[in-house]
C-alpha cells in the first residue's frame, strides 16, 4: 500500500541497495470533491522539488546538486504516481495539478534517468486507460521544434535575459477527458487577450514568475 502523501516513501535513488526515506518540505494537498450536482472525484495540489541549485556558486558542485535534486524530484513523482494508481484501480476521476518543476527535455540532467517526472505522473509507458492527460505536456513531447506553451518566466541576473519553461500542469484522468475543454495558460505575453487586457497583464506579472493554468470541467 502507498503511504499517504503527507508521510514518508521510502525509495533507492543511488542504486546502493539502500532505499533513502524521501518527503515533500510542501506536502501535496488531496481532497475529496462533490460538485453541487453530485459529481465526486479526487483532487490532488502538488508542489514539486525544485531541481535548481540554488545558493551554489560553484559549476562542479551546482551539477552535483542538480543531479541530487533531480533524483529527489522524481522520487516524489513516483510516489506520487503511485497513488494515482491506487485511485485509477478503484475507477475514481482525478485531476493532479499544480507546480511540478520539471517538464519534458528541460534540461541535460533528464538523459541521465530516461524520464522527466512529468512523464512519470502522466504514466506514458503505461495503457491508454491508465495515463494522464495533459494537452500542454503532449505538445511538448510531440514537437519537432524548439517553441512550446510556457508557464513560467524567470530572470536570469548572470545573463540579463528571460527563461521560460513549462513547469505547470493540470493532469486529468481518461474518464474526465470527455468533461474538459477551454484549456488555458494565462501567459501576459503569448495570450493575446491577457496582453490586451492592461490591468489583468500587470496583475499576472505583479503576482508570480508562474501564470495560472486553468481547464473549464463539465461536473
Not at 162 to 175: G, K
Request: contains cysteine; aromatic residues 10%; charged residues 25%.
Amino acid at each position: 500500500m502507498t503511504p499517504l502523501l503527507l508521510g514518508v516513501f521510502r525509495l533507492d535513488l543511488d542504486t546502493d541497495a539502500t532505499p533513502e526515506t524521501i518527503s515533500f518540505s510542501k506536502p501535496p494537498l488531496e481532497l475529496a470533491v462533490t460538485t453541487a450536482a453530485g459529481f465526486r472525484f479526487r483532487l490532488i495540489g502538488v508542489h514539486a522539488k525544485s531541481k535548481a541549485p540554488h545558493k551554489v556558486t560553484a559549476e562542479a558542485e551546482a551539477i552535483r546538486v542538480g543531479i541530487e535534486n533531480r533524483r529527489k524530484q522524481l522520487a516524489q513523482c513516483i510516489w506520487l504516481r503511485a497513488r494515482v494508481d491506487q485511485h485509477l484501480a478503484a475507477h475514481v476521476p482525478l485531476v493532479v495539478l499544480g507546480d511540478f518543476n520539471d517538464g519534458p527535455g528541460l534540461d541535460e540532467y533528464e538523459k541521465l534517468f530516461g524520464h522527466s517526472g512529468v512523464e512519470i505522473m502522466l504514466g506514458l509507458d503505461r495503457p491508454p486507460e491508465e495515463r494522464l492527460y495533459e494537452p500542454h505536456a503532449q505538445m511538448v513531447l510531440g514537437q519537432t521544434f524548439a517553441v512550446g506553451p510556457t508557464t513560467a518566466r524567470f530572470y536570469l541576473t548572470g545573463k540579463h535575459r528571460y527563461f521560460q519553461a513549462l513547469l505547470d500542469y493540470i493532469m486529468i484522468s481518461p474518464d474526465l477527458r470527455a468533461k474538459a475543454s477551454e484549456w488555458r495558460i494565462w501567459h501576459p505575453f503569448d495570450d493575446p487577450v491577457c496582453w490586451k487586457t492592461v490591468e489583468l497583464r500587470e496583475a499576472l506579472l505583479a503576482a508570480s514568475d508562474h501564470f495560472p493554468v486553468t481547464v473549464d470541467l463539465d461536473i
